[in-house]
């Protein structure tokens, strides 16, 4: 199934769980675990199998963003992973959502630490769940750090403005039920189940036509910097062909027949 020493690889049916798994250091980012995400993102977009991703940490934690002892200059685990990033200066942008939007739904488990450089992997998700006790936050202005991973460009886009400011400008954590609050999350539920409630969701997905799914999240991406004209007909461009495909005429005969659709991906 791939992955690397800090990021494990799982086949739950249709969906790919993609693990942080570093709990020692509270998931913090390692070379080993971007060069694992990414190809994740990679795999999930290449396998016609794979319907959704969840995407979890290890340990009861999901990330505490970037090694700074790393950042220090006390180098980096995973030497051996190197020439991937020479050969791809962007692959750590890509692993970590900023660079790169898998075509398939990403739902966020959250459990634990989400902060820095795990909040910042979060505004690329497209589902959220957390467990009650999470904490989120961008800490990076505490450190005399700039949080480079998208946020002063997504987060407002996001929720809203005010609220956008006043975590990246405080660097202050904000609880789960606040985060639920300002829309950050969705659902927040009793600790231990963040990855139970996000493959339900998950499965809702996996359970619906799959070209019809992809197009959904292409549109709602794609025309998020239009005007209102110029989305609806991009809207019209992406959704038109989705009529015309046979897993189309299958929802529609099942619905008729009383039965659950067999989506074929044509």
């Known amino acids: 199934m791939g992955g690397t020493e800090h990021l494990s690889v799982e086949r739950v049916g249709a969906t790919l769980v993609l693990t942080l798994n570093r709990p020692e250091a509270k998931n913090a980012l390692s070379l080993p675990m971007l060069v694992g995400l990414y190809d994740g993102w990679l795999a999930a977009d290449e396998d016609d199998e794979i319907r959704s991703i969840v995407l979890t940490g290890a340990g009861s934690t999901f990330c505490a963003g970037m ?4 950042l220090a200059g006390d180098g980096m685990a995973g030497e051996q992973y190197r020439d991937r990033l020479r050969a791809d200066p962007d692959l750590h942008w890509k692993a ?20 820095a450089g795990g909040t910042e992997i979060l ?6 769940v957390a467990g009650e ?3 989120f936050g961008l800490f990076e202005v505490r450190r005399g750090l700039f949080p480079i991973g998208g946020s002063t460009v997504r987060l407002a886009r996001q929720i809203p403005r005010t609220h956008a400011l006043e975590m990246l400008l405080t660097g202050r954590p904000y609880p789960a039920p606040e985060a639920e609050r300002i829309g950050l999350i969705g659902h927040v539920v009793p600790d231990g189940t963040a990855r139970d409630k996000a493959l339900e969701i998950a499965e809702l997905i996996n359970a619906c036509g799959p070209l019809a799914v992809e197009a959904v999240k292409a549109s709602v991406y794609e025309t998020a910097g239009m005007t209102e004209t110029d989305g609806l007909a991009a809207e019209l461009a ?3 062909p989705v009529f015309d ?6 929802g529609s005969r099942a619905f008729a027949e009383k039965r659950p659709p067999v989506y074929r991906r044509a």
């Open 67 to 70: 090694d700074l002892k790393a």
């Open 96 to 115: 970590m959502l900023r660079h790169h939007r898998p075509r398939k739904p990403v739902i966020a488990a959250v459990e634990g630490y989400c902060v």
């Open 123 to 128: 505004q690329g998700t497209d589902i959220r």
């Open 133 to 135: 006790s999470a904490t």
């Open 238 to 240: 992406r959704g038109w």
């Open 245 to 250: 495909t046979a897993d189309a005429k299958e």
